[in-house]
């Protein structure tokens, strides 16, 4: 089942002969619960590509349909609430709050919403992720591994359509990025989860169900690793 899909996506930076094409008609499409690498060199557009994913930034043309529905023909409060219920950013500076502490980093999304927290799928969350007994403590408190594991929590806690990690690893020693990927393919399977996950690691994106290659913004592979 189709939970996202691409179509004609371009994304252009200044103009005339000092325009930067980003992207450059970009389509595809991703089925739910699939792990999806986007792999590609510095500058290639793969974090445009997952900004846009996000509605944290704007095609210049293009289509984005996020579970049936066509993102950009939202206007900017629905968006705001598109960005907070159906997308799920996992940053590799992990982007906590100073000032909260684990429990409300996490419950973040939800209370933004004003909506109650399921203090069941909380707990669930936080024994998934290794967190118990850290629930007071604040990000300067926590490791490299533990805050990135609070930012996985944050993202999966509103259960939204898609989660979509930039580089989630590229911050972390090779023990911690091991946990932190064991961690989003659990959730993967677990949750059936559709995960969008941008990489520079050949090994992590060969964990993927699928590479999708871009260069000089556009796709030049999408090779489907394991179904």
Not at 38 to 52: F, N, Q, Y
Not at 128 to 143: M, V
Not at 151 to 158: D, K, Q
Not at 166 to 175: A, H, I, K, Y
């Amino acid at each position: 089942m189709e939970i996202l899909r691409v179509e004609h996506l371009k994304k252009t930076y200044g103009e005339g002969e000092n325009a930067v094409h980003a992207l450059d008609d970009v389509s595809f499409s991703v089925d739910k619960g699939e792990f999806t690498a986007i792999i590609g060199p510095s500058g290639s557009g793969k974090s445009t590509l997952l900004h846009i994913l996000g509605a944290v930034d704007v095609p210049t043309s293009g289509k984005v349909y996020m579970d049936g529905q066509d993102v950009f023909a939202q206007n900017e409060e629905e968006l705001a609430v598109f960005r907070r219920r159906q997308v799920g950013l996992i940053y590799q500076f992990y982007n906590l709050i100073p000032v909260l502490n684990v429990r409300e980093n996490i419950t973040l999304p939800i209370l933004m919403d004003g909506r109650k927290v399921n203090e069941k799928r909380l707990q669930e969350m936080i024994r998934t992720l290794r967190l118990e007994g850290r629930e007071k403590h604040l990000p300067n408190q926590l490791s490299g591994g533990q805050q990135q594991r609070v930012s996985i929590g944050r993202a999966l806690m509103n259960a939204p359509a898609v989660v979509l990690a930039d580089e989630p690893t590229g911050n972390l020693d090779s023990r911690n990025s091991h946990e932190i990927m064991e961690l989003l393919k659990e959730s993967n399977k677990r949750y059936n989860q559709t995960l969008i996950m941008i990489t520079h690691d050949e090994n992590i994106a060969l964990q993927a169900d699928r590479i999708i290659a871009i260069e000089d913004g556009r796709i030049t592979r999408d090779e489907v690793i394991r179904s």
